[in-house]
């Protein structure tokens, strides 16, 4: 039996698994990637120390490019957020909650980018500064914060705190992710996971014409 998982889960998108290695990646994350694995069975109710949640990926290949035919490339907030909410990676006390990280994997540009975007995302307005500066009073202004902070668990967490980041760089060589599992970018927008000897290759290259489901 293969120690590595491949899974084509629609154009632009596919699934990488090694269980020895604790791994499932999202590969691609255009609009509705969440939904494309829900349908795959890919994300699927489950219940963990008696905690009902949702399985899933916890590292996500981003693309090399921003656009492709004309549709974004990397909207990696919804998955993130299915992984620090529905999964419970983030939840305090939760048994899916193990230190665990989720992990952005793809060039400094497009990490540092979905990170601010995940961030402002999940949070949105991150001060009462910045709220008074929408026209709100400061008393609304310190009661939304009060609210805020209530559901981010107390403080606002700095983009690193919530994820982990694995830079690929231009060189072609192998990458350790986690677990002695590797990936390496091979050319344009393809990279190649490997694990114990085995090798998968992922291409997030849309073919001319080709659009995201």
Excluded at 15 to 37: F, Q, T
Excluded at 78 to 93: A, C, D, E, K, S
Aim: net charge neutral; glycine share 10%.
């Amino acid at each position: 039996m293969g120690h590595i998982t491949k899974i084509e889960v629609t154009p632009g998108i596919s699934w990488i698994e090694i269980p020895d290695a604790d791994l499932r990646v999202l590969c691609g994350c255009p609009a509705d990637s969440v939904k494309h694995l829900a349908r795959r069975a890919l994300i699927r109710p489950t219940e963990v120390g008696g905690v009902a949640c949702e399985s899933g990926p916890n590292a996500i290949l981003l693309s090399d490019v921003m656009v492709q035919n004309g549709a974004f490339c990397n909207m990696a907030e919804f998955p993130v957020l299915q992984m620090l909410y529905r999964q419970g990676m983030l939840l305090p006390n939760h048994p899916n909650n193990k230190g665990i990280k989720p992990l952005l994997i793809g060039r400094r540009d497009a990490v540092e980018s979905q990170m601010q975007y995940i961030y402002r995302g999940n949070y949105g307005l991150i001060s009462e500064e910045e709220i008074r500066a929408t026209g709100a009073s400061p008393e609304q202004a310190r009661a939304m914060m009060r609210l805020k902070l209530r559901f981010a668990f107390g403080h606002i967490q700095h983009p690193r705190e919530m994820l982990d980041a694995l830079v690929l760089n231009g060189s072609p060589g192998d990458v350790e992710i986690r677990g002695g599992a590797t990936v390496r970018r091979v050319a344009h927008n393809v990279f190649e996971f490997g694990f114990r000897g085995e090798r998968e290759r992922v291409d997030l290259n849309l073919a001319p014409f080709e659009v995201y489901e």
